[in-house]
């Protein structure tokens, strides 16, 4: 068999039917989630005018996506994980009508300022708790689609289709946002999330691998367990976290859109989208052309390197510039996305993908949205600029203490 007949082979069994209304549904569904925090964001900072206000966004998230991902992770693992994920999704198509109407222009003239801003942390709060369980079901139930002969590069192609939604969603969001309104924009959303909705039922559901233990504590336990003894795991779960903790500018692209590079909301889309873009080139060459050695150094490389970026971007006033280094950032964050999803997906047997999933989620959401709360809290006493030099200079540091700290991960290779 010839290198072509291998390859052409290959993407055959990857992308079966089943596989494929899954990254179709998936790109939709998670196209419709990332245009809410650009227009949540943007909506937000124009009725408060407060940076604070977009730190407790990201925390209205993350309290209820950490507080429940452990028990939400066995939960996932006993659960028929299609039926889960239906539900997850109509659940957020509701939260997502919901903000639609509390962000229109009749929900300012009839309520005052702070009705809004906290019915705006009450909802999202209610995404965090779905996120909870989504998250780690859609991780968990990727394994079930392919053989595992496929799984790396169902990974890859998984995270190419994660990524051209996030490139996508922020865009169009600001997009909308700059020549029409947040209502129209909320409704393309929502039509999103519907049409992922029906692509998703056409995949069959699939059994449950795990019965496992009656108490959820125990199955928690089991999950943690297990990460803390895979000590590359472990390290490239934790150096994520405290890189993007520090690190992220998302939570305070509003503040720079609207103040000191004064694009407009049209330009907040494509600063957000910027990072994806990076991320999505670099995940796209990863996938023809996979790491093959050293990963642990290149993790601690690229890291580094998004801190760099996250510092050029805090200095410039220039649009063109501050969008390059976001996009340099995703670059870097791309490579780091292959190489930890990897070692997920490698090194985590089928019964404990629920579990394991969810202790990667608090890492995520940690960094993410306590990372969101973090650069708005730092803003606000330090100012704009200074926090996100500040957050820049944190992850390098993380990066040099991990390196030396921690040589299992350095020396790490799969």
Request: proline share 3%; charged share 10%.
């Amino acid at each position: 068999m010839t290198g072509n007949e291998q390859s052409s082979r290959s993407i055959r069994t990857i992308i079966n039917a089943e596989f494929t209304w899954f990254i179709t549904s998936r790109i939709l569904f998670i196209a419709g989630l990332r245009m809410t925090p650009v227009l949540l964001g943007w909506r937000l900072y124009e009725l408060t005018g407060s940076k604070l206000a977009l730190g407790i966004l990201g925390l209205s998230e993350v309290i209820p996506a950490i507080t429940l991902a452990l028990p939400a992770g066995v939960k996932v693992d006993r659960s028929n994980k299609h039926r889960l994920l239906s539900i997850c999704i109509l659940i957020y198509l509701l939260l997502a009508l919901c903000l639609l109407l509390v962000t229109s222009p009749w929900m300012e003239k009839q309520f005052h300022r702070p009705v809004v801003e906290w019915s705006i942390y009450a909802l999202v709060f209610g995404t965090g708790v779905v996120r909870a369980f989504s998250s780690s079901a859609l991780n968990s139930f990727l394994a079930q689609l392919v053989p595992a002969s496929s799984l790396v590069k169902a990974v890859s192609v998984n995270s190419m289709t994660w990524l051209a939604a996030a490139v996508a969603g922020p865009a169009l969001a600001g997009i909308l946002m700059a020549y029409t309104n947040i209502t129209v924009a909320f409704s393309t959303a929502s039509c999103f999330i519907i049409i992922a909705f029906f692509l998703f039922r056409k995949i069959k559901a699939k059994p449950v691998v795990w019965q496992g233990t009656n108490k959820t504590w125990d199955g928690v336990k089991e999950g943690l367990k297990f990460v803390f003894t895979q000590k590359a795991l472990l390290g490239a779960m934790s150096l994520d976290m405290f890189a993007v903790l520090f690190g992220g500018a998302a939570a305070l692209l509003p503040v720079f859109a609207n103040d000191i590079l004064q694009v407009g909301p049209q330009g907040l889309g494509w600063l957000v989208a910027a990072t994806y873009i990076g991320n999505f080139i670099a995940i796209a060459w990863l996938t023809k052309y996979p790491l093959k050695k050293k990963q642990g150094k290149l993790l601690l490389s690229v890291v580094a390197g998004f801190g760099l970026c996250i510092l050029v971007f805090a200095i410039s006033k220039n649009f063109w510039l501050s969008f390059a280094a976001l996009f340099i950032s995703g670059l870097f964050d791309g490579v780091s996305v292959i190489i930890r999803g990897t070692i997920v997906q490698l090194f985590v047997p089928d019964e404990m993908r629920g579990r394991v999933s969810a202790v990667n989620s608090m890492f995520i959401n940690s960094s993410n949205e306590l990372g969101q709360f973090e650069s708005g809290v730092a803003a606000t006493l330090l100012g704009t600029v200074p926090s996100v030099i500040f957050g820049g200079c944190m992850t390098l540091l993380v990066v040099v203490f991990t390196w030396f700290k921690a040589p299992g991960l350095r020396k790490f290779e799969y």
